[in-house]
C-alpha cells in the first residue's frame, strides 16, 4: 500500500450561514485504498464531498493533491485533479443508452458528426478492462438496466475520464444482495487498479467488505480515520454514534487526529 496520501484534507471548515456544518475536518486519501466514510445523518458526509468536488467553496483549511496545495473552486477544478463523484440518483441519464451516457457532455466528435464508432469502443474496453459482463448491448437505455447494471456504468464513466480519485455516494443502497456483492467486487477492483476510492455508506457490512480504511465523522468533525483491519463493527458504531470509541487505544483526552497513530498508520 502506498504510503503517502494522494488527497489530504486538513482543518475544512464550513458553514452555511449561522449553522457550522464542518468544523476542523481532516481526511487522508491513498491511492490503490478504499476509504469509507461514514457517519449518521447529517454527519457533513455529503457536505465534504460537495467541498472536495468544487460544488462548496470551503472557508478554512487545506486540501493538497499529491503533496500541493491545491484550491478547488469548481467541479470542473475537481475534474482536472481526476477527482470524480458517483451520486447514486443522479449518475445517469434514464433516456440515453450506455455509450451515449458514458460520454455525456464529453463526446467524441469527428468533424461535425459524433464519432459512434470510437465511442463504442471506448465504452466496451472501459467496462472490460472492469471485467464488466453483466450488460448486454452497450446500446441498451439506461432505463432498461438493474440498479447494479446502472451503478457499473456510472462507476465505468468514472472511470473511462481517467479519474484519480472516485468518490462512490452510497453505491449499494438501493440494491439487492447479489447485485450488492458485484458493485462491492467493483469497487475493489477499481483500487486493485490504482485508483483512490471513498465510499459514503450507512452499511457497515459492505464498510468492512471493501474499506482498507474508515474516516468517521460525528456532528461535522473528524471521529477517527483509522484502519479497516485494526477497527471492530462495534468500535466504528460508537464512532458513528457517539463520536468516539473507548478501546481505540486512544488516550482519553487525545484529539481525534491522533487516530493517524495507531499501529499500521502512515508515518
Ligand atoms: N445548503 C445547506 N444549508 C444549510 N444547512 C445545510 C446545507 N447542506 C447541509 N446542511 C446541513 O448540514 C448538516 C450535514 O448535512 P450533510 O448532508 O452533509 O450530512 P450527511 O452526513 O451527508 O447526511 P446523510 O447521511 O443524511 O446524507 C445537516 O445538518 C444539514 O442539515
Known amino acids: ?26 481526511l487522508s486519501v491513498y491511492p490503490g ?20 468536488s468544487g460544488i462548496y467553496p470551503i472557508d478554512a483549511g487545506t486540501v493538497t493533491f499529491e ?25 445517469l441519464c434514464d433516456n440515453l443508452d450506455i455509450v451515449q451516457n458514458m460520454f455525456l457532455g464529453r463526446e467524441i466528435r ?10 463504442e469502443r471506448l465504452a466496451g474496453e472501459t467496462l472490460a478492462s472492469l471485467s ?35 468518490i462512490l455516494d452510497e453505491p449499494t443502497a438501493a440494491l439487492g444482495v447479489a447485485q450488492t456483492t458485484h458493485v462491492l467486487e467493483l469497487v475493489r477492483r477499481l483500487a486493485d487498479n490504482g485508483l483512490s476510492v471513498v465510499l459514503i455508506s450507512h452499511n457497515m457490512n459492505d464498510v468492512f467488505a471493501v474499506a482498507d480504511r474508515i474516516a468517521a465523522l460525528y456532528l461535522g468533525r473528524t471521529a477517527a480515520q483509522v484502519r479497516a483491519s485494526d477497527v471492530t463493527h462495534a468500535q466504528v458504531v460508537e464512532l458513528i454514534t457517539i463520536g468516539r470509541s473507548g478501546n481505540l487505544g486512544l488516550p482519553p483526552e487525545a484529539p481525534n487526529d491522533f487516530a493517524d497513530l495507531l499501529p499500521g498508520a502512515p508515518r
Not at 478547488?72 to 477544478?77: E, I, K, L, T
Not at 452497450?138 to 451503478?151: A, F, H, M, P, W
Open 132 to 166: 464488466v459482463r453483466s450488460v448486454n448491448s452497450l446500446r441498451q437505455l439506461v432505463s432498461s438496466l438493474s440498479g447494479g447494471e446502472r451503478q457499473t456504468v456510472a462507476i465505468a464513466k468514472a472511470v473511462l475520464w481517467n479519474s484519480r480519485i472516485v
Open 110 to 119: 469527428r468533424g461535425i458528426a459524433l464519432d459512434e464508432p470510437a465511442m
Open 1 to 26: 500500500m502506498a504510503a503517502k496520501p494522494l488527497l489530504e484534507l486538513r482543518g475544512i471548515d464550513k458553514s452555511f450561514g449561522p449553522v457550522r456544518v464542518l468544523h476542523d475536518v481532516s
Open 33 to 52: 485504498e478504499v476509504t469509507a466514510l461514514v457517519g449518521d445523518n447529517g454527519a457533513g458526509k455529503s457536505t465534504l464531498v460537495k467541498c472536495i
Open 67 to 91: 503533496g500541493r496545495e491545491v484550491a478547488v473552486h469548481s467541479p470542473r477544478d475537481a475534474a482536472e485533479l481526476g477527482i470524480e463523484v458517483v451520486y447514486q440518483d443522479l449518475a
